[in-house]
């Protein structure tokens, strides 16, 4: 198995026995996240929970890679054995599910590929899809082998920019990178890490897929890493994934993940923003659906934007399922942002602002 396989490919696989497809989609409260495809899950998948389960959540770090112990354990409850072949998806086509195929390659488990275009690419391509995951199944035997090698530390980070022996490349948007945009982390400065390189993920992606060999070799190609070491960066060590699993499609360079990525570097290196507004913290806000991307004067009041987003969200959904002309029209306009590069976390960000705002 390579790192990516096609949804024909898993449509007539799907009755192998030692077959495992994981759904690694992100969070419902994700905003970004498309409606439509809530509660839509491949037949025979089950729940790779990145957030809650496969990270570690004593680090004060996001997307932290989990502990051997811990990720052993989930794996084996989830059925995993050591011969298992695993597909794993996300219902964004290509976003969350680089990740998950990452650490398990980390984890030591080769035989382990990401589904080019998702579950967008599977519903496009007329199979079906349930409601329920796969329950009911026998304790897997499966077996962590870590293979500390293949992430790099804040520390030997640091080391690089002066030895140059790798090139670390950044999937962050360009305005995150030049220091032009704010990160998503009110509390964090932005801008890059001395030396480094920036591909933001959307690049190598053309319509939720990955892009052609030809076109991503063009893509590395420009970035004239010839045949030196790769270490991948981002804002977390998620979408840092999408370019390193890029990188294995076309190129033979080793590869290794920042881990703890702009975040951890950032806090480290002092790179921090006052807290503005402290004293409207816990101060409850309003805003509209339609301030917030829809298509009502429908309104949510809130004390964080996260609650308020996940409020629009469910509210969405609701107008959604219900056929409102309106609010089909949105969730259009929303798909259109993401498939330009960082039009949605420009987006996000004035909402988020105007929150901050009020």
């Known amino acids: 198995m390579g790192p990516l396989v096609s949804v024909d490919w898993l449509e007539s696989h799907l009755d192998r026995k030692d077959l495992i497809i994981l759904d690694a989609s992100p969070p ?3 905003v970004s996240q498309l409606v439509e495809n809530e509660g839509k899950i491949i037949p025979h998948a089950r729940r790779f929970d ?10 004060e770090y996001p997307n932290t890679i989990p502990f051997s112990n811990q990720f052993e354990k989930e794996c084996r409850n989830l059925g995993i054995n050591k011969e298992s072949r695993i597909v794993i998806y996300d219902n964004l086509g290509i976003y969350t599910s680089p990740r998950a195929w990452w650490l398990f390659k980390v984890m030591g488990h080769d035989t382990v590929s990401v589904l080019d ?7 496009n391509n007329g199979n079906s899809v349930t409601d329920i995951y796969q329950i009911g199944f026998k304790a897997g035997d499966f077996v962590v082998d870590y293979n500390r090698n293949l992430v ?6 640091k080391n690089n920019i002066i030895s140059r022996e790798c090139l670390l490349i950044d999937a962050r948007s360009n305005e995150r990178f030049t220091g032009s945009a704010p990160e998503p982390r009110k509390h964090l400065k932005s801008g890059s890490i001395d030396h480094s390189l920036n591909l933001p993920y959307g690049e190598v992606l053309e319509n939720g897929k ?3 060999i030809n076109e991503l070799k063009q893509i590395f190609a420009a970035l004239k890493i ?8 981002c804002g977390s060590g998620m979408t840092a994934c999408i370019i390193l699993l890029a990188s294995h499609l076309v190129s033979e360079n080793k590869t290794f993940l920042f881990d703890g990525s702009w975040t951890e570097w950032a806090m480290k290196e002092g790179l921090l923003l006052e807290e503005k507004n402290n004293k409207n913290k816990n101060k409850m806000k309003t805003m509209t659906c339609k301030q917030l991307g829809g298509a009502c004067d429908q309104t949510f009041t809130a004390a964080t934007f996260d609650e308020m987003a996940e409020m629009s969200k469910q509210h969405g959904m609701e107008m959604f399922k219900a056929g409102d002309e309106s609010h089909l029209d949105a969730m259009s306009a929303m798909r259109e942002l993401m498939h330009t590069e960082g039009a949605m976390e420009r987006w996000m960000q004035e909402k988020r602002d105007l929150f901050e705002s009020l």
């Open 28 to 30: 419902t409260t994700m």
């Open 50 to 59: 990145l957030k809650n389960i496969f990270s570690n959540q004593q680090s």
């Open 117 to 123: 275009g998702g579950l967008p690419a599977w519903m």
């Open 152 to 157: 790099k530390s804040y520390e030997e980070v």
């Open 210 to 212: 990955y892009k052609s």
């Open 226 to 233: 010839g045949d030196q070491d790769l270490i991948f960066s």
